[in-house]
């Protein structure tokens, strides 16, 4: 079908659900919800969302996110002025964060494009769902059966089938229907996907459509099978000859990215975000692209904005791993981008002088593409875990960490419910 164009600009997104939007909104007041199953309605911030006039004839796509924070927090970043990100709603999911599993609000009125899915932006509703995997590694019932009442709501005003589809090019094959985040495209033709697993491992489809369909109680697991999962090593690699440490654009100088830094406030030390000769963003000559995955190389001021007039929100340790979420912006003779940073739960904006992109962020999911051993920490004198076979899924948890000349990623694998760590050269993204 013929998709409507989608809007850009260069704005901050967060992790929480990405979009590039126009500033300009005509956002109009409202108080109440426009949905039964929504508990209440508080209104984010103007700036987070454009005003619009959207009808049925226009929204033909429902996106799923997952928040990877709390719900108030997700509500409260969407209220804070110039986050410029939303969801039309939040729905919490856990019974010991701040409200019980399944308290729905709703912050943007239908008619209005929220910003949370890039090119999906004016053709869907977005829903955002909490989870982080600090809080727990699933999604209660409550939660599946909350979204999904919604959901019915949304389909039958609007008119969108009650399919959930999972490839990404379902947006422009399809009529509509129900879509992760990571299946939503960055583009009007569909050739671009986000290099994201949003809404996450965890996020059962077939779980949530029994709720959406009939209400059924939908906790039946996949399972996976560990038959092949053999212990045995057989040919699997995390050294290999000729797989040096690059794995193509292995950074600048691994090692020991210690995390202490002293006192590293937002002047002096080393902890910079303003001068130093420290490249173009590039690794192997290429410029940082949107949702690139970066690794601090100093210990690195994150600001509210893209400037030094901007204050610190916090300052990310040498070897924080986080995600390209918008720029480049230009101010103060420094080029600045804005960054999700998950395992510190913030979005912020850092001087590219201290970046270095790296093959991987955190929560993406990458896949073996041999069988490969995991171990017990990134090094060849750690414990081989299990060999995982060729083919395994897994999401980056942790790292880089640069050992042994390789460099090693942590990562969680939900068919074994298994932590290790293992070599980047044998790991491809999935995303």
């Known amino acids: 079908m013929e998709r409507r164009p989608f809007l850009t600009a260069t704005v901050l997104s967060a992790g929480i659900g990405e979009l590039y939007a126009v500033g300009s909104s005509t956002a109009r007041a409202h108080s109440r919800t426009q949905a039964e199953a929504a508990d209440r309605?508080?209104?984010a911030d103007s700036t987070n969302y454009s005003g619009s006039s959207r009808d049925a004839a226009?929204?033909?796509?429902?996106?799923?996110?997952?928040?990877v924070g709390r719900y108030a927090g997700a509500i409260s970043h969407f209220q804070t002025p110039s986050a410029n990100v939303s969801a039309h709603y939040v729905i919490s999911n856990y019974e010991h964060t701040d409200y019980a599993p399944g308290h729905v609000t709703q912050m943007v009125p239908h008619e209005d494009v929220a910003w949370h899915a890039r090119g999906s932006n004016t053709s869907s509703i977005g829903?955002?769902?909490e989870w982080h995997r600090n809080y727990g590694r699933y999604f209660t019932d409550e939660c599946y059966r909350a979204s999904a009442a919604v959901v019915r709501e949304l389909a039958e005003r609007y008119d969108v089938p009650l399919e959930y589809y999972e490839y990404g090019s379902a947006h422009c094959n399809e009529s509509g229907g129900i879509i992760g985040h990571r299946h939503a495209p960055q583009d009007s033709a569909c050739n671009h996907l986000p290099s994201k697993s949003c809404p996450g491992p965890d996020w059962d489809p077939g779980i949530f459509m029994k709720y959406v369909r009939n209400g059924g109680s939908g906790n039946d697991s996949d399972g996976s099978d560990s038959s092949d999962s053999s212990d045995d090593g057989g040919d699997s690699s995390d050294d290999g000859s000729d797989s040096s440490n690059n794995g193509g654009d292995s950074s600048n100088n691994g090692g020991g990215s210690s995390d202490d830094g002293?006192?590293?406030?937002?002047?002096?030390?080393?902890?910079?975000d303003d001068g130093g000769d420290g490249g173009d963003g590039s690794d192997g000559n290429r410029p940082f692209e949107m949702e690139d995955g970066a690794v601090t190389t100093a210990d690195l001021n994150g600001r509210e904005g893209p400037g030094l007039d901007y204050g610190v929100v916090e300052t990310l340790p040498a070897g924080s791993v986080g995600r390209i979420m918008n720029g480049p912006e230009t101010n103060d003779g420094i080029r600045w981008w804005g960054l999700h940073f998950s395992t510190h739960d913030v979005w912020v904006w850092c001087s590219e002088n201290y970046l270095s992109r790296v093959a991987?962020?955190?929560?993406?999911?990458?896949?073996?593409?041999?069988?490969?051993r995991a171990r017990q920490a990134p090094g060849l004198g750690y414990t081989v875990?299990?060999?995982?076979?060729?083919?395994?899924?897994?999401?980056i948890v942790n790292g880089p960490e640069t050992n042994d000349g390789?460099?090693?990623w942590g990562l969680y694998v939900p068919a074994y419910d298994l932590w290790g760590w293992s070599a980047e050269p044998y790991l491809v993204s999935n995303e």
């Open 262 to 272: 002293g006192d590293s406030s937002n002047n002096g030390g080393d902890s910079s």
């Open 41 to 43: 309605f508080v209104a």
């Open 406 to 408: 390789i460099r090693w």
């Open 360 to 372: 991987f962020h955190v929560d993406e999911t990458v896949t073996t593409t041999t069988a490969l």
């Open 385 to 395: 875990k299990r060999v995982l076979p060729q083919g395994t899924t897994e999401t």
């Open 58 to 67: 226009d929204i033909d796509w429902i996106v799923i996110h997952c928040t």
């Open 127 to 129: 829903i955002e769902h």
